[in-house]
Antibody
Framework: EVQLVESGGGLVKPGGSLRLSCAAS????????MNWVRRAPGMGLEWVSS????????YNADSVKGRFTISRDDAQKSLYLQMNSLRAEDTAVYYC????????????WGQGTLVTVSS | EIVLTQSPGTLSLSPGERATLSCRAS???????LAWYQQKPGQAPRLLIY???SRATDIPDRFSGSGSGTDFTLSISRLEPEDFAVYYC??????????FGGGTKVEIK
């Protein structure tokens, strides 16, 4: 059974940093592109970042470029999102999602981790 | 950036009725690279349809997708109580950013 479990969310002040993790199981992690998608309160889904197998290709939404960094550790079957210079508008539930294709659709999702940016 | 516009914003229907949800793209999508997701409160999104019309694993056949170019439709033939949720379309496969529509809420009338 495919499982994706996010962790690392919490309350952080504007300008602060946070690192999200996603632990994967039930599939061969190294052979899939992986992604982060978020949903702000009362809003719809927003794609954040994607990383290909071997980390060769990385894509980021304009809203997070220069502030967020996606990475992966295939030995640990884990996906990460380093979030710096956080803003109030980054407040959201962040989902880890397995991708199909390089610029993918998402066939499995984690339950999400809540990030709240507030003073 | 490809903008996806979903309509209506809210659909009020009774169990057993047919639901028809629309997703319109600001430019033609290559190779019908459109997916549909369902999300219920407090839950992760679930993939329903990819490639505009292919059902994902374990998705009931009352869900169907159609369309090409700029106009796409998700149909639910007979609404079950568990189908009341928010539905999103998403375009993929072209240059970033990947984008989602704003969502359609299907609520009980």
């Amino acid at each position: 059974e495919v499982q994706l479990v996010e962790s690392g969310g919490g309350l952080v002040k504007p300008g602060g940093s946070l690192r999200l993790s996603c632990a994967a199981s039930g599939f061969t992690f190294s052979t899939y592109n992986m992604n982060w998608v978020r949903r702000a309160p009362g809003m719809g889904l927003e794609w954040v970042s994607s990383i290909s197998t071997t980390s060769r290709y990385i894509y980021n939404a304009d809203s997070v470029k220069g502030r967020f960094t996606i990475s992966r550790d295939d030995a640990q079957k884990s996906l990460y999102l380093q979030m710096n210079s956080l803003r109030a508008e980054d407040t959201a539930v962040y989902y880890c999602a397995r991708g199909v294709g390089l610029l993918p659709y998402f066939d499995y999702w984690g339950q999400g981790t809540l990030v709240t940016v507030s003073s | 950036e490809i903008v996806l516009t979903q309509s209506p914003g809210t659909l009020s229907l009774s169990p057993g009725e047919r639901a028809t949800l629309s997703c319109r793209a600001s430019q033609s999508l290559s190779s019908t690279y459109l997916a549909w997701y369902q999300q219920k409160p407090g839950q992760a999104p679930r993939l329903l349809i990819y490639g505009a019309s292919s059902r994902a694993t374990d998705i009931p056949d009352r869900f169907s997708g159609s369309g090409s170019g700029t106009d796409f439709t998700l149909s639910i033939s007979r609404l079950e109580p568990e189908d009341f949720a928010v539905y999103y379309c998403q375009q993929y496969g072209s240059s970033p950013p990947l984008t989602f529509g704003g969502g359609t809420k299907v609520e009980i009338k």
